[in-house]
């Protein structure tokens, strides 16, 4: 089991912070400015996991309004280094963000998954979850289609 990382959250002057990130938390590489304008905004949160000075598990929110409901969160997405898994960390990350959420002033949080992304799933229910139907939608924004 490797050690327990500590959990925080970042802010507008982090972005050092995510220049040591372990392999599978993020997608894709980390884009300096996508980085900066994410880090700036304060609409946008990222908590981290860090063993040491490497970040081992990362998870991304927004909180937005509406003019017929109360603020919400949605969680975007949550990853956790291969070695870091099965050890509670997603479910701190988790934690995190909805008290950050709630810090916010939002009302409810929510996230998609894909139905086939079982590991995924059993951690939102784990965290306190509860799912419900829905269809996933998306639209391809750069000119392919």
């Known amino acids: 089991m490797s ?23 993020f997608d894709n590489e980390l884009d300096p400015r996508w980085t900066a304008e994410f880090l700036a905004d304060p609409r946008h949160h990222i908590v981290v996991a860090l063993a040491g000075e490497q970040v081992v598990g990362m998870a991304t929110a927004v909180h937005y309004v509406h003019p017929d409901k109360g603020p919400e969160l949605w969680i975007n ?38 139905e086939s992304n079982t590991a995924a799933r059993r951690l ?14 998306t639209f391809e924004l750069d000119g392919k289609t």
């Open 124 to 137: 939102y229910a784990a965290a306190g979850g509860v799912e419900e139907p829905m269809v996933y939608v």
């Open 3 to 25: 050690p327990v990382p500590a959990i925080r959250l970042l802010g507008p002057a982090d972005a050092a912070v995510l220049a040591n990130v372990a392999q599978e938390v």
């Open 77 to 114: 997405e949550v990853g956790v280094a291969p070695s870091f898994r099965n050890q509670g960390i997603g479910k701190q990350l988790i934690a995190m963000l909805l008290s950050r959420g709630r810090a916010v002033g939002c009302t409810e949080a929510w996230l998609g998954a894909e």
